[in-house]
């Protein structure tokens, strides 16, 4: 039997994750499908409009085990994303890691990487860079410049990101074409972006057949944008405004521009606004943003390197049988509820108060909630 990894954020969960999940069950139809999924924060920056275990709940209606990808490994670069997740996927020894890209394939990928590995490559994304690109417009030209390969989208960089991380595993990664424009902010047909449905449900817009049930019922109960953290945020900067260059990716003097603006901005589109530049990307920016928000330092990403935990939010009766096997040969500790054994584990509780500001009640979640079981 097959052991199917996906690495994924669903924000929300949609009909195109359902299409993702229908191709790995046709071409292997008795599997294990893995999910690595980031809880209440997710890799671009921002909050997830909805929790790691509503989430959890609606993905195992099509698939068998969800394990979590820790805040410090989510909020961080592509590559250190890919690293964490497949560090995980590597330990419950997955065989196929399966994602979806607008335009690469695996030949593509992989001669991507042997590119990126080159001793040139580095001198050209820092030639770029010190052109005023920001730091994805960068990697993308000096890729085109040694294979003739456009890299542009998200999932196509984040695809790259994950060739790598595999490299030293024998996990073997599978593409599968994406049928929708990630960046969209318009609903369109069937499948749609999660970009177009986070904007419709901000603009009171009805998003009933763009997603599965569950999805639309939770979402009618309870949602989390970045815009509802604003007010904490700005206490936060006002509060360290001259340390702010102690938090993750508060670099290269941008702090000064944070000082400047602050004070007469009265949202978080505002403040982004006024403080981006062409060097920095949206996401780099709300990368940064949720790095202060919830006390995330250079200091912290430093001394989490690596994986210290598996942690379980749910699993069905074959995910079940299957940890119980697992848990056996794995070299990273399996968890199926919160200790205070792990450091990192205590810092998901932290940003998971953080995330819960608005639902106190719900925060005892975090460490009394044991595992989704369908």
């Known amino acids: 039997m097959k052991k199917i990894g996906i690495i ?19 071409k292997w139809k008795d599997s294990i499908i893995i999910l690595v999924m ?48 497949i560090e995980i996927l590597n330990s419950l020894n997955a065989d196929y890691l399966v994602f979806g890209t607008e335009s690469l394939n695996s030949e593509n990928l992989d001669k991507i990487v042997k590119a990126q590995s080159k001793q040139n490559f580095n001198k050209l994304v820092k030639k770029y860079l010190n052109q005023g690109y ?5 990697l993308s030209k000096a890729t085109y410049h040694l294979t003739k390969i456009k890299v542009s989208n998200p999932n196509d960089l984040l695809g790259i990101s994950y060739t790598k991380a ?25 499948i749609t972006s ?27 109960q309870n949602t989390h944008f970045d815009e509802d953290y604003f007010e904490y945020l700005k206490y936060k900067i006002i509060s360290e405004i001259d340390s702010l260059d102690k938090y993750f990716n508060v670099d290269e003097g941008i ?73 056996k040969t794995s070299k990273i500790p399996i968890i199926t509820k919160y200790t205070k054994k792990y450091s990192l584990l205590a810092f998901e509780l932290k940003v998971s108060y953080i995330y819960y500001l608005k639902e106190k009640d719900k925060v005892k979640i975090e460490y009394k909630h044991k595992p989704i079981i369908k």
């Open 255 to 327: 702090e000064n521009r944070i000082k400047k603006y602050i004070y007469d901005s009265y949202n978080l589109e505002q403040l982004i606004e006024k403080i981006k530049t062409k060097r920095y990307t949206y996401n780099k920016i709300n990368r940064m943003f949720t790095s202060i928000l919830c006390g995330f330092t250079k200091k912290d990403a430093q001394k989490y390197k690596n994986i210290e935990y598996i942690r379980v939010l749910g699993f069905n009766k074959k995910g079940q049988k299957y940890l119980k096997e697992i848990k």
């Open 134 to 138: 920001n730091y994805p417009t960068s």
């Open 166 to 190: 595999l490299k030293n595993t024998k996990i073997k990664p599978i593409t599968i074409q994406r049928t929708n424009d990630y960046h969209s902010k318009v609903l369109k047909n069937k």
């Open 8 to 26: 994924c954020e669903y924000n929300p969960f949609h009909n195109g994750h359902i299409y993702h999940i229908e191709k790995i069950k046709e």
């Open 38 to 85: 980031s809880g209440n924060y997710t890799q671009r920056g921002t909050v997830s409009i909805l929790d790691k275990w509503d989430k959890t709940d609606i993905a195992l209606k099509y698939v068998d085990l969800v394990v979590e990808l820790p805040f410090v490994f989510t909020i961080q670069s592509a590559d250190t994303f890919a690293k964490g997740a």
């Open 194 to 220: 999660a970009t177009s449905i986070r904007n419709a449900i901000k603009n009171k817009k009805n998003i009933k057949k763009y997603v599965p049930i569950e999805t639309y019922n939770y979402l009618k």
